[in-house]
Structures are given as structure tokens and as C-alpha cells.
């Protein structure tokens, strides 16, 4: 059973990234989203179970920006300054930790998209790494960035 903390928590952050995305959405921002990094501090306070983070630039707390967590059916970016949570899109096209393997995710919160493409770069016995890009749409507008992650316990 859920934590019932961890399940208002993220209940209150689906209602402020929604109101956020609305306002993102009907204003008249223009130019590129910005991705940002969640911070170590937040990565730590979401329990952690066999889970993917992906990271730009070294894999380490400070350059996350995608996470999921709850096994894998909820997830968090840092949208324009926001931490946004996100729900998957469709089924993960991906099923297998095999090195060059292409797969692809979406996932969606309000207005903003998020999608996932990677590939494996290297298996290990209870995780797997790939590198890839993360693209985020909001309103309109697009960013992608090279990241590079990993998925496991």
C-alpha cells in the first residue's frame, strides 16, 4: 500500500503543475522550454524502487531530469522552473536491457509532453544504461536535450 504522504504529495503537485501548464499553454511565452535539473534534494525525498533516472551531462544527483518513480508510473521533470509530474502515455516500447536496443517512452502532465528516446549502452545484473534524448513540448513549444541514464535496483 502507498505511502498516503507520498500519494498527497504527489496529488498536490499533478493540481500545481496542471494550473501551471494552463497558464504556460494560453500565455504568449515564446522560444524554447526550458529543462531544467530536479536537484539532488528532491530525487532524495521520492522513495526509490527499481526506478529509471536520466541525467544531462554526468550521472550524478546535481544534472538529473527525468525520474520516475512509484515502479515506474509516475514521473518528474523541472519544466521552466516547475517540477511537473508526469503519467506514461500509451505502453513503454521498450522491454529488454539489450545493448543498441532502441525504445521510446511518452509521458504527459497537463499541457506539457515529455518523450523519451534511447538506446542501450550496457546491462549489468540488476541495471541497465542507456543514452539518448529527452524532448519536452509545452503549449507549442519544443526543447530536446542529450541525456544519458539508467533503470534498475
Keep these: 500500500m502507498p505511502n498516503p504522504k507520498f500519494v498527497i504529495a504527489i496529488a498536490a503537485a499533478m493540481l500545481a503543475s496542471t494550473a501551471w501548464l494552463d497558464s504556460e499553454a494560453g500565455g504568449s511565452s515564446t522560444g524554447p522550454v526550458s529543462i531544467d535539473t530536479l536537484g539532488a534534494e528532491t530525487l532524495q525525498s521520492l522513495p526509490y524502487e527499481c526506478e529509471c533516472e536520466f541525467y544531462r551531462g554526468p550521472i550524478d544527483g546535481g544534472t538529473a531530469v527525468f525520474a520516475t518513480r512509484s515502479h ?81 535496483c
Design 72 to 152: 515506474g508510473t509516475v514521473a518528474f521533470a523541472k519544466i521552466n522552473g516547475q517540477i511537473l509530474t508526469l503519467r506514461r502515455g500509451g505502453m513503454a516500447e521498450h522491454s529488454s536491457c539489450l545493448k543498441n536496443v532502441r525504445q521510446r517512452e511518452q509521458w504527459i502532465g497537463g499541457t506539457a509532453s515529455v518523450a523519451l528516446e534511447y538506446r542501450g549502452t550496457r546491462s549489468g545484473e540488476e541495471a541497465c544504461w542507456f543514452k539518448g534524448k529527452m524532448r519536452v513540448t509545452v503549449g507549442g513549444r519544443m526543447s530536446e536535450t542529450a541525456v544519458t541514464g539508467a533503470c534498475g
